[in-house]
């Protein structure tokens, strides 16, 4: 199997800390907004051009936050955030708002290339499309630096741009569904983002219309005492079909860095949104200082009859994940899907899960989990299925696996199951498992190396999730699971 | 190939000890038969050839074609040519046969500063050792022994076997697990790899076994040691007699 043998190239050419997203621009940046402030929420506002009706969105949302208080149920533990030492605005000096790629600064380009997102246009040569092409927006810091392909995908009808842009190009659209699915007050972090939330990306699919290629958003937090606070929003009309992707990295820097975002889907009749997330912010040193704390609310709305969505995530990376896409099965015959892969090393806090909320009839949903503990990390799935009084004949089938790997760290599962309508049928099934020392020495005795032993056993693990994944996104998830996981067997 | 000199060794955990100096010498084109009863030590001398860190040596020294195999980790010891087919093979969930047996393929290979081997030629290998050994394309589709009836998962040892072509088979009681039709199978598959140039030890508590793959040399061995050596008609005085008069003896 090649992604094995890859891997393990890989993982031995890296340096003693892993991980290879460390590096730091050097670029020139604006930074600005220090501190939690009506001033800030102002200064953000005014710096993208807003309409009135959004600022006072924000401003209403922080007066909210402030009389908020942090929620402790979660399995992580971390000293308090001091909003007020931190920045809520950073960009690249050179940028003014996404443009033609041509115009971007060399030194941003170099940073993409360095992290293996293309972000040139592949032309189309004598009529061969080429292979597997992706249409990316970048955001670096506060802002989108570029979006590619805008042009092509406009001729579908499809709309792939900067929040940003889009407040400014399509402000109906984004007032009509923005915080429709996750409301202002949904809960802390969530308000802390309506109030001060950057760039993200905005994508509408029209009736219809099934997207040419497959969309994606790259986040990166480059600046120090920067927080990153993004806004996606995804729509996909009546008949449509959208696939998304999304990737994180961040420099490696020993003090703590906050990312708080909001991710809103709405599907309506007959749509489909399958939503893929490999999320590798800097997960800490070996000490466990540094790394990011990544606080997400994501949520997808079934809202027309017969709509599904689909959320994929490989979690790899940050010091505490706190995040759980949930999908709300609102339509009748609406589908609900959540394929997950946490893997936990070092001194990492995991507490992710899913919601699935049924409220229309013959409703289903599935939800495969897998978590992977290694090192002194804590790993906790945390899941809701609920079924409301008129989701009659609701139907979930979920399934909680955790691996273990060595003696120092933990897994946990903290289901929780309503079920409010006789008719609904809920299944739950969940393992805990470790390595065993018989399944190590049999590879070994077939000739394969400690890190190509777990590398397999652990590929095996997650193959039903793997799967799950648009195919060069499975290749890249293996290669990062097996690099997270080097160093974790002794 | 294999020189086993006054080897003494024990459980790690609690100290046991379980072999009380075992000497065996195993020549390039031999097959060595080695019997004995229950808790005689069979078992941990094949886990101890292959490396396995749950015991200890405290005396004595094994050489492989020359070389210190004590000094070798596991995995290099496969690479080396030493193959171990597991009285119980172990199972890894989600991983075809198929793809596992063309890591564990090309991990000796490289390891051996070989290229690795293209997909085509290696299926044409498996393809034809496989038919030999009566496994089918779904078998090799299903993880690895996961679900495997004692049968298949020891032609899965097996087929390995015959995929990895090592210089030394050890075989840990292949035939515990197998009904008459499987026995015959499998024994066939490993007469099939018997050769000048490679050496094979036959662990077994059985006659029937050796009635298939015919040895040229029988040990027994009982608490540790091995109390008697002779040709294959030593095992079927075993078959007859019983173990006692050895065990005794010892």
């Known amino acids: 199997m090649p992604a094995v043998q890859e891997t393990i190239d890989q993982v031995k050419a890296i340096d003693v800390d892993q991980y290879k997203y460390g590096f730091v621009t050097d670029i020139e940046s604006e930074k600005g907004a220090k501190g939690l402030s009506e001033e800030t929420v102002r200064f953000l506002s005014a710096k993208k051009n807003e309409p009135e009706w959004m600022t006072e969105w924000r401003l209403d949302a922080l007066r909210r936050f402030k009389q908020m208080a942090e929620p402790d149920w979660a399995r992580v533990s971390y000293p308090k955030i001091d909003f007020d030492a931190l920045y809520y605005w950073a960009s690249p000096k050179s940028v003014e708002g996404p443009k033609s790629l041509d115009e971007v600064d060399p030194e941003l380009l170099a940073t993409y290339e360095k992290l293996g997102i293309p972000l ?96 994606s958003t790259y986040f990166r937090i480059n600046e120090q005492n920067t927080g990153q606070f993004e806004r996606t929003l ?48 800097f997960p800490g040193d070996k000490e466990g200082k540094g790394g990011i704390y990544n606080f997400v609310t994501k949520r997808g709305d079934c809202r027309g009859k017969n709509s599904k969505i689909s959320w994929t995530q490989v979690e790899t990376g940050s ?68 079924a409301h009084r ?13 691996l273990l790997i060595g003696q120092d760290c933990g897994a946990h599962t903290v289901p929780y199951i309503e079920s409010k309508n006789a008719s609904a049928q809920f299944e739950h099934e969940a393992t805990t498992s470790k390595i065993s020392d018989d399944q190590m020495f049999y590879c070994l005795q077939r000739g394969l190396s400690e890190e190509e032993a777990v590398a397999l056993i652990v590929n095996g693990f997650v193959k039903d999730v793997i799967q799950q994944l648009p195919m060069e996104f499975a290749v890249e998830a293996q290669k990062l699971i097996s690099i997270s996981l080097e160093g974790s067997v002794g | ?42 078992s941990t001398l094949s886990y101890i050839l ?77 393809k034809s050792k496989a038919a030999d050994l009566n496994v089918t394309m779904d078998m090799l589709k299903r993880p690895l022994n996961v679900g495997f009836s ?25 035939d515990s697990g197998l009904d008459i039709d499987a026995l015959r199978i499998v024994s066939e598959g490993v007469n099939k790899l018997r050769s000048p140039e490679r050496a094979m030890v036959v662990i077994t508590h059985y006659q029937r076994l050796l009635d298939h793959i015919v040895p040229d040399v029988v040990h027994v061995l009982s608490k540790g040691k091995i109390v008697k050596t002779g040709d294959k008609d030593l095992a079927l005085e075993l078959e007859k007699n019983g173990y006692a008069d050895f065990v005794n003896a010892a």
Not at chain 2, 18 to 25: E, F, K, Q
Not at chain 2, 152 to 162: C, D, F, G, N, V
């Open chain 1, 120 to 215: 040139a246009e592949q032309e189309i040569l004598a009529g061969v499309e080429p292979k597997n092409r992706v249409a990316v927006d970048a955001v670096f810091d506060s802002v989108s630096v570029v979006t590619t392909f805008k042009e092509e995908l406009k001729k579908a009808g499809v709309i792939f741009c900067s929040i940003s842009e889009a407040l400014r190009e399509y402000p109906d659209l984004v007032k009509k569904y923005l915080g429709s699915v996750v409301p202002v007050t949904d809960n802390y972090y969530a308000t802390l983002n309506s109030a001060v939330f950057s760039d993200g990306s905005f994508v509408y699919i029209p009736e219809g219309v099934r997207c040419p290629m497959e969309l």
């Open chain 1, 234 to 281: 995804i729509i996909a009309d009546k008949g449509s079909y959208v696939s998304y992707l999304e990737g994180c990295t961040a420099p490696q820097r020993d003090e703590n860095q906050l990312h708080a975002a909001v991710v809103e889907l709405v599907a309506l009749d007959d749509a489909e949104i399958k939503y893929s997330t490999v999320q590798n912010w």
């Open chain 1, 319 to 386: 010091a505490i994940t706190w995040k759980y896409p949930s999908c709300i099965l609102r339509g009748d015959n609406s589908r609900g899907e959540f394929y997950s892969i946490a893997v936990s090393n070092g001194f990492q806090q995991i507490d992710s899960g899913t919601k699935m909320i049924h409220l229309g009839k013959n409703t289903s949903s599935r939800i495969i989990s897998k978590g992977i503990s290694a090192g002194k990390s804590s790993n906790t799935y945390r899941g809701l299925v609920s």
């Open chain 1, 390 to 402: 008129k989701a009659s004949q609701a139907r979930n089938f979920t399934q909680c696996d955790s």
């Open chain 2, 1 to 42: 190939m294999l020189e086993i000199k006054n080897l003494h060794a024990r459980i790690a955990e609690d100290e046991t000890e379980i072999l009380r100096g075992i000497d065996l010498t195993v020549k390039a084109g031999e097959v060595h038969a080695i019997m004995g009863p229950n808790g005689s030590g069979k």
């Open chain 2, 50 to 126: 292959a490396g396995k860190d749950d015991y200890e040596v405290t005396e004595g020294e094994i050489l492989f074609n020359g070389e210190n195999m004590l000094d070798m980790e596991p995995d290099e010891r496969a690479a080396a040519g030493m193959f171990l087919a597991f009285q119980y093979p172990i199972e890894i969930p989600g991983v075809a046969t198929m793809e596992f047996l063309k890591t564990a393929l090309n991990a000796q290979r490289k390891a051996r500063g070989e290229e690795a081997l293209s997909i085509p030629d290696f299926m044409k290998m498996v």
């Open chain 2, 150 to 174: 004692g049968g298949e998962k020891k032609r899965s040892e097996i087929l390995q076997m015959a995929l990895l072509e090592p210089k030394l088979c050890v075989l840990d009681e292949t």
